[in-house]
Nanobody, 116 residues
Framework: QVQVVESGGGLVQSGGSLRLSCAFS????????IHWYRQAPGNQRELVAS???????NYADSVKGRFTITRDNAENTAYLQMNSLKPEDTAVYYC??????????WGQGTQVTVSS
């Protein structure tokens, strides 16, 4: 069965860094686009960063210059490096792996809390 599992969340001070991991279990990982979403209490789920099969990346304006999405196809893992964290980055972060418009998989989320 295909599984997507996030890890690396935690509590960090404002200005600190965290690296989130998205581990993918299954075949054809290199053909999936990977998306990181986040959702804070009372807020809508928002797309934070994406990386496709050609390694092209996209970022939300709010995280440009601070977050970096990467992938290691040999390890079936994608990452979200988060630097210069702010309290407004506090949210549950979710990894989504999409193969087609009708085939995608979600992780359970990992909590990121940034204290001021």
């Amino acid at each position: 069965q295909v599984q997507v599992v996030e890890s690396g969340g935690g509590l960090v001070q404002s200005g600190g860094s965290l690296r989130l991991s998205c581990a993918f279990s299954g075949e054809l990982f290199s053909l999936y686009a990977i998306h990181w979403y986040r959702q804070a209490p009372g807020n809508q789920r928002e797309l934070v960063a994406s990386i496709n099969a050609l390694m092209a990346t996209n970022y939300a304006d709010s995280v440009k210059g601070r977050f970096t999405i990467t992938r290691d196809n040999a390890e079936n893992t994608a990452y979200l490096q988060m630097n210069s964290l702010k309290p407004e980055d506090t949210a549950v972060y979710y990894c989504n792996a999409r193969f087609t418009t009708t085939i995608d998989y979600w992780g359970q989320g990992t909590q990121v809390t940034v204290s001021s």
